[in-house]
């Protein structure tokens, strides 16, 4: 009889968590996510003056989860007013947010100025207008940024095509429409337009579209000194930064990503007569990513002879839809079966009743069988956050763990709770 072997993660053995707490179960390493905020310290904070980073919270926003980031020195990325709420409730420092989003509702509007959130991040005149109007009768002055689509200026660039252009988000830079809503900010009462924002994508493996971006935010930056006198303060140049899912992709290094990133800003604004604005980043995936691993219980093992085998787990869509809605691949491992062989290719399947509900397919995995627990690894973002009662199925627990030490942050829904709206 071979000797049995875990999976451990954080110092936790994933098998025993499972038993603890029921599957399906998130388990998030409280451990990884505080080595990622502190290595945006080391090698971008400290290397670099007037710089500030926030965690963009959509990735994955829990009240313990706001309180650790903040804990070590980030800011927070929201883009509802239920993000803020969270925020506030977990005790962020309402001047350390940044308030996103391409439709802002009047109520979110008034929220965001209520409680002080730090910048608001205007994404159109109509935000802008009904800003500076409540903002008014609040008898305030909010600092606000311009989110800008870094638009078809360079032709040359695989990033910076049509396509960049025909956004929901932002404010387009063709036909001066920007500059006319600088303008318009400028003579506004109650707003104080302290500069620009642009967020290129996600999971970027290379830093060329933000070096694009920022050429072309410059550039911007240099006409509105020149034809407006506005003097940008601040520069937020979004997230996006890659992490590790499957295969030889590769976790994003802040050094070799924002270095050149921070040369170009110093080279472009000396050559432009420019000072150099404060630079924000707002990394969500990278922070969370791959703090994260979600159990799951084999049951159903369906094999078609010379087609396929089906290993059924006791969650799916619900809890991770990414393979579903935009094909994302995860890697995972049977964390009761650390010591044996990959014998079989296998497919993981959801329980949700959707042919789409596969989480992954052809995976090399030891021989599974019912009871095992099933590991999908790198399930920190966009996971929890994109979770859904599809089915009726509740949303799962989220424990986390540190350095062998386990708690859970957040409960298993029950069915009373789904229900608990319904009249
Ligand atoms: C989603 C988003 C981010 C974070 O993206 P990641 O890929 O998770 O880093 C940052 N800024 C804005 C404006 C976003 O919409």
């Not at 691949?329 to 062989?341: D, H, P, R, S, T």
Request: with cysteine.
């Amino acid at each position: 009889m071979m000797k049995k072997k875990d999976f451990i993660f954080d110092g936790c053995n994933m098998t025993e968590l499972a038993a603890k707490y029921g599957t399906p179960l998130y388990v998030m390493s409280e451990s990884s996510i505080v080595d990622k905020c502190r290595e945006i310290k080391a090698r971008f904070l400290n290397q670099y003056p007037n710089t500030r980073a926030v965690f963009a919270s959509k990735a994955f926003q829990t009240l313990e989860v706001c309180r650790i980031v903040t804990r070590e020195g980030l800011g927070m990325d929201t883009v509802s007013g239920g993000e803020i709420y969270t925020a506030h409730k977990a005790g962020v420092p309402m001047e350390n947010l940044d308030f996103h989003g391409n439709n802002k509702t009047l109520q979110e509007i008034q929220m965001a100025v209520d409680y002080n959130v730090g910048r608001i991040v205007v994404d159109n005149r109509y935000e802008l207008q009904n800003l500076n109007q409540y903002a008014g009768e609040a008898n305030k002055k909010v600092k606000i940024l311009f989110r800008f689509t870094p638009g078809v200026d360079s032709h040359t660039h695989k990033f910076i095509t049509t396509g960049q252009l025909d956004s929901k988000f932002g404010i387009p830079l063709e036909n001066g429409i920007l500059k006319e809503m600088v303008k318009l900010a400028e003579e506004m009462e109650h707003v104080e337009l302290m500069g620009f924002h642009f967020h290129v994508g996600s999971q970027l493996s290379s830093n060329e579209a933000h070096l694009a971006a920022l050429d072309i935010a410059l550039k911007m930056m240099k006409e509105v000194k020149a034809e407006l006198g506005f003097e940008t303060k601040e520069l937020n140049i979004g997230g996006g930064f890659g992490i590790h899912y499957t295969g030889d992709e590769k976790t994003v290094n802040i050094s070799e990503f924002l270095d050149p990133v921070m040369e170009e800003l110093y080279v472009k604004c000396e050559e432009y007569g420019l000072s150099v604005p404060e630079i924000t980043i707002e990394p969500g995936r990278w922070i969370v990513g791959e703090a994260g691993v979600t159990l799951y219980t084999v049951g159903s093992i369906k094999e078609i002879p010379g087609i396929r085998k089906y290993i059924g787990i006791d969650g799916g869509m619900t809890d991770n839809i990414r393979p579903g809605l935009y094909d994302a691949k995860y890697e995972a491992l049977i964390a009761n079966k650390m010591n044996q062989q990959e014998t079989e290719v296998v497919s993981i399947a959801g329980k949700c009743c959707e042919s789409t509900d596969i989480l992954i397919y052809d995976i090399e995995l030891p021989k599974a069988e019912s009871g095992d627990i099933l590991a999908v690894l790198g399930t920190g973002a966009y996971c929890y956050a994109l979770s859904s009662n599809y089915n009726r199925i509740p949303r799962a627990a989220v424990v986390l763990v540190k350095d062998g030490e386990d708690r859970l942050i957040v409960k298993r829904e029950t069915y009373e709770e789904m229900i608990s709206r319904e009249i």
